[in-house]
């Protein structure tokens, strides 16, 4: 009798080990299925490539490399010398204009008083109004070259067009920067986000404003954020264009189709400081579909329009 109890017991020890073993292993499958994720994610920032708009030997570095700067700080300074000195000429030529056009209309008015009488011509008077619009086109031109070399003055201090860290810098006085060309990289922290890279039968699953949860490598932490939209196309590598402008379509034989990545924009609702978020930083993105964030939702709703609460199936498409 004790030996058939054990036997009884043992079994259904055995039948609720395994029973637990099952409901877990359906609990991580729909958890995996249902719950989109992917290691694939980066950390992603608009990088800005801060030019001079004149050319000129560089007076002085105001910033250091990895500096944070806010928009409208003076990052380079280029020597201002020379472009007062043209602001200077530019004035005089404008005085000078502007002494011309002045005589011009006198004239002008002095002939049309005396165009009645026998002493002035109607070729003088044509003459007269002639000599006024040069003038007048001549103290245009004057004044737009005398704006230009303000402006040119004005932009020998080069600033911060956005809020960021100041990157790659390898500036210094006596350098002779050329307009146009990039001297140092500006990473823009306010448009720090995460981009998850998500297989393409994932996306049923995914909604704009779902909430996110996203783990950086080799960090304890966990950043909360939404998504904010879903990518609209990804290339197709397998299609190109003919000599003839027809579509070229690989052949495929593999036989198992591996599913498409698509670019997931996801805005994160806590930013941390810029030194501890660096852009390329690798993540894993875990999308929770339902749990919406509710300021995120409303202000994705108010910009996208109703859209913005549908699910994206696979194919791309809105429902």
Do not use: C
């Not at 050329?178 to 720090?192: E, H």
């Not at 609209?232 to 590598?237: F, S, V």
């Not at 498409?260 to 894993?284: C, E, F, H, M, S």
């Amino acid at each position: 009798m004790t030996a058939r109890f054990s036997r009884v017991l043992r079994t259904l020890f055995t039948l609720t080990v395994f029973a637990i073993a099952l409901g877990v292993g359906w609990n991580l499958w729909t958890g995996y299925v249902d719950t989109p994720w992917t290691r694939d994610g980066h950390v992603r920032a608009d990088v800005v490539a801060v030019a001079p708009d004149v050319t000129g030997p560089v007076a002085d570095v105001l910033v250091k490399d990895n500096q944070t700067v806010h928009a409208g700080d003076v990052l380079v300074r280029i020597d201002p010398e020379r472009f007062k000195i043209a602001l200077d000429l530019a004035d005089a030529s404008l005085a000078d204009k502007t002494a011309a056009l002045d005589q011009a209309k006198r004239d002008a008015a002095r002939y049309h008083k005396l165009k009645n009488g026998p002493a002035v011509s109607q070729q003088a008077i044509e003459q007269a109004d002639l000599a006024l619009r040069q003038a007048g086109a001549a103290y245009q031109e004057a004044k737009s070259q005398r704006d230009l070399a303000a402006l040119n003055l004005k932009h020998t201090a080069i600033v911060a067009p956005a809020n960021g860290v100041v990157t790659n810098l390898s500036l210094d006085p006596g350098d002779y920067v050329a307009a146009g060309s990039g001297v140092m990289a500006l990473v823009d922290t306010d448009s720090l986000r995460v981009e998850g890279y998500f297989e393409e039968n994932q996306l049923p699953n995914i909604a704009v404003g779902d909430a996110v949860d996203v783990e950086l490598m080799g960090r304890k932490d966990t950043l909360r954020g939404h998504v904010e939209s879903i990518a609209a196309g990804i290339e197709d590598r397998e299609r190109t264009d003919g000599s003839n402008l027809l579509a070229d379509v690989t052949p495929t034989f593999s036989w198992v189709r591996l599913a498409q990545r698509v670019p997931v924009r996801i805005a994160l609702d806590d930013v941390p400081a810029p030194a501890n978020l660096v852009a390329g930083l690798t993540a894993t993105v875990t999308v929770h579909p339902g749990r919406r964030v509710a300021a995120a939702a409303a202000k994705t709703v108010a910009a996208t329009g109703d859209f913005a609460r549908e699910r994206v199936p696979a194919s791309g498409m809105i429902d």
